[in-house]
């Protein structure tokens, strides 16, 4: 395999790329500094990708601290696509922009066997309290999820990959997708806009700030857990409390609701799955010698078991009918899907772990476990087999910050080792 070899002969392909002589539009802006960022896996190998990665790096940071400082929102990722897609095109290729304007796809290589990395791009609705010199500025948008990180590395991934295409075994396509952060997620508009046609297997990452930078997390089976919502309206032809057996008492019937669903579930569904039904808004009535005529229940219903997840929507309807009828109310149950758990691959997590190992040394693996948060990489798995894996973002001391907080950090030396990781992976897939 050619382009796994050692190649001391290709000089950096900075130029070719475009991406080492004109950064100076993004470097521009707001007195970053500019220090190298180290490479944890510096001379791994091959030496195209180290020859890319010593030439490239001070951009790799500064695409990086550029996407931080200019979040976006889901769906409204218009400059992020723009920056990524304009630095695609100056390595020559042909950045595909989905219908709605964010996200894109962008195939590298040629050939009929295709493998795909996938990033997420969008920021979360929080004020950033970081204090970098490069954080946030406007209100209300910050990257606490650390989709500035994905995006720059599927970004530097792929102009590596771009340096020796011409000898690629087959096709890499990037996906970067908008909107992870919403429900029910921009994962479905990349297939429905044929983002999987041809794609045997597709892997993504998300950073850890609970693993120490240089370490990636795998496994197998599912690694994030699904999240539906439920939303219960009730009706009834109300009336005085003197006279219950007029009516239907929509009061007592919401009470049996909010008891009885998740005592009956538990019963229902195997205890191990991580099954749990919490509800999180209850109205209804005003007066206390009144009936009302209506109510609603709002609540999440989560489990980490992607046959429990299969099973679940009819369930709920079959056991909410079984408690309402009895009561004489009218209601209107929805059911709303939200992501499935992310289900990795066994085929796919040994590649993905070979070229963690590859790319990193063997010391940088380990296993991780499910959590019970959700990631709408779990739609591109129910299509295709694939693999996600969890990138360190903590320095190694100093406090652990976690995701969707506003004081969300990560040690940018995670960029490098995750461009190496994402390079190795696409590599390994397309020559199993
Ligand atoms: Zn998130
Ligand atoms: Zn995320």
């Known amino acids: 395999m050619t382009v796994l070899d050692s190649r001391p002969d290709r000089p950096a392909d900075g130029e070719r790329t475009g991406a080492g002589g004109h950064p100076g539009v993004l470097i521009s802006s707001g007195g970053v500094s500019m220090t190298a960022v180290e490479d944890l896996g510096a001379g791994r190998g091959p030496a195209w990708l180290d020859a890319w990665l010593l030439a490239n790096a001070a951009d790799v940071q500064a695409w990086f601290r550029h996407v931080h400082a200019n979040p976006e929102l889901s769906r409204q990722e218009f400059g992020t696509t723009?920056?990524?897609?304009?630095?695609?095109?100056?390595?020559?290729?042909?950045?595909?922009?989905?219908?709605?304007?964010?996200?894109?796809?962008?195939?590298?290589?040629t050939g009929d066997r295709c493998v795909a990395l996938r990033a997420d791009m969008d920021a979360l609705p929080l004020t950033e309290a970081t204090g970098l010199p490069y954080a946030a500025t406007a209100e209300g948008a910050c990257h606490a999820c650390g989709h500035d990180a994905h995006t720059t590395i599927l970004l530097a991934a792929g102009l590596a990959l771009a340096s020796v295409a011409d000898e690629l075994p087959g096709r890499v396509r990037l996906v970067f997708q908008?909107?992870?952060?919403?429900?029910?997620?921009?994962?479905?508009?990349?297939?429905?806009?044929?983002?999987?046609?041809?794609?045997?297997?597709?892997?993504?990452?998300?950073c850890d700030p609970r693993l120490e930078v240089g370490r990636v997390g795998t496994r197998v089976g599912a690694i994030t857990s699904a999240t539906d919502l439920l939303e219960l309206h009730l009706t009834s032809p109300g009336g005085h409390t003197s006279r219950p057996h007029l009516t239907a008492d929509l009061v007592h019937a919401l009470g049996t609701v909010?008891?009885?669903?998740?005592?009956?579930?538990?019963?229902?569904?195997?205890?191990?799955?991580?099954?749990?039904l919490v509800w999180g808004a209850v109205h209804a009535g005003e007066a206390p010698n009144a009936v009302p005529r209506d109510g609603l229940l709002r609540g999440t219903l989560r489990t980490g078991d992607p046959t429990v997840w299969a099973d679940l929507q009819p369930l709920v309807a079959d056991l909410v009918q079984s408690l309402l009828v009895p009561t004489g109310v009218g209601y209107d149950l929805h059911h709303r899907r939200g992501?499935?758990?992310?289900?990795?691959?066994?085929?796919?997590?040994v590649l993905l772990e070979g070229a963690v190992t590859a790319a990193l040394g063997p010391a940088a693996l380990t296993t991780t476990k499910q959590s019970s948060g959700g990631e709408d990489f779990g739609w591109y798995l129910e299509e295709i087999p694939g693999s996600f894996m969890r990138l360190g973002v903590w320095p190694g001391e100093g406090p652990m910050r976690d995701l969707h907080q506003p004081t969300f950090q990560l040690d940018e030396r995670a960029l490098l080792t995750g461009i190496r990781v994402m390079t190795h992976t696409a590599l390994a897939a397309l020559t199993a």
């Open 178 to 206: 908008p909107a992870e952060e919403v429900m029910p997620g921009g994962a479905l508009e990349v297939i429905e806009a044929g983002g999987l046609a041809g794609v045997e297997r597709i892997f993504g990452l998300h």
């Open 339 to 349: 992501v499935p758990p992310v289900v990795n691959d066994a085929q796919s997590t």
């Open 82 to 109: 723009e920056l990524v897609a304009g630095l695609l095109k100056q390595a020559g290729l042909q950045p595909q922009v989905m219908p709605g304007g964010t996200g894109l796809t962008c195939d590298i290589g």
């Open 258 to 276: 909010i008891t009885g669903l998740p005592a009956l579930l538990s019963r229902r569904v195997d205890p191990r799955s991580g099954t749990v």
